[in-house]
């Protein structure tokens, strides 16, 4: 006589006469698929995607999702940025030397940590703009890392031409480098246009609807902001022309530092 294959589940005669004396173990209870199935469906109801969005991820739903139901999840993301900032550890700018550039910002962006760094110089028109703005900044988002320098005691013979130049520091390594003033905003430069700017290189999040770079100078600073806004378009213009073309030469490749160039001048 040919034995027949069990299914997966099926027990001979002689199991079930053993479990019925108590010598094998109790089979396990079958759950039929559509308790399955009923189980799946609403551990899926339980995971709030909309729970795991940042703001600007909130704001490209708005046509999917009705407006009172994001409106609870802005208002909770605002609240838990909020409570982060508080416990977060800066809040202001911290100076920067040469001689503590390895530790401060190197070692001190490990683990994700966020360290910007100005490079200015007192001389400097285009500096002055983000000096103030800056140090704002570091009010606002405490749980991010401000420092700034003089350009030439943090990196001997930087150029001036190449200041004010902002490093970008994660994880021990340069992430991008901006120089001079135009992506901040230019002479109109405000602690909203740091934070627009931070907030497109993923570094801090942003309430702002609109870019603020774009505003006028009278929407922004009234009638003392555009009168500085027209001089120094005026001082601009004085200075280009002829002098233009030996201004760009004279840059060259310096209002560029690469990652590596930088860390060899800080060892």
Request: net charge negative.
């Amino acid at each position: 006589m040919v034995a027949m294959a069990l299914c997966p589940g099926d027990t001979t005669e002689w199991d079930d006469i053993q479990r019925r004396f108590g010598n094998f173990a109790p089979r396990p209870k079958e759950v039929p698929q559509r308790e399955v199935d009923k189980a799946l469906q609403e551990a899926a109801e339980q995971i709030d995607v909309l729970d795991r969005c940042n703001l600007g991820e909130l704001d490209q739903l708005e046509d999917k999702v009705e407006e009172d139901t994001l409106a609870s999840y802005r208002k909770k993301r605002i609240a838990e940025l909020k409570a982060a900032q508080r416990s977060a550890r800066f809040g202001e700018v911290l100076h920067l030397t040469r001689t503590t550039f390895v530790a401060q910002v190197t070692e001190a962006s490990a683990n994700g940590q966020w360290v910007l760094v100005l490079l200015y110089v007192d001389a400097s028109f285009d500096c002055h703009y983000i000096v103030r703005p800056w140090a704002e900044a570091a009010k606002r988002f405490p749980a991010v890392k401000f420092m700034r320098g003089v350009a030439s005691e943090v990196v001997p013979d930087f150029p001036d031409s190449s200041t004010p130049m902002v490093f970008l520091y994660r994880n021990g390594e340069c992430q991008k480098q901006i120089a001079g003033i135009e992506e901040w905003g230019g002479s109109r430069c405000s602690t909203d246009c740091i934070e627009w700017v931070l907030s497109k290189e993923k570094i801090v999040e942003t309430e702002l609807d609109e870019d603020p770079r774009l505003r006028r100078p009278e929407d922004r600073d009234g009638a003392a902001g555009a009168g500085a806004w027209k001089r120094e378009e005026r001082r601009r213009g004085e200075s280009s022309g002829e002098d233009e073309e030996d201004s760009d030469a004279e840059r060259g490749d310096d209002r560029c530092y690469s990652s590596n160039r930088l860390g060899n001048l800080m060892r």
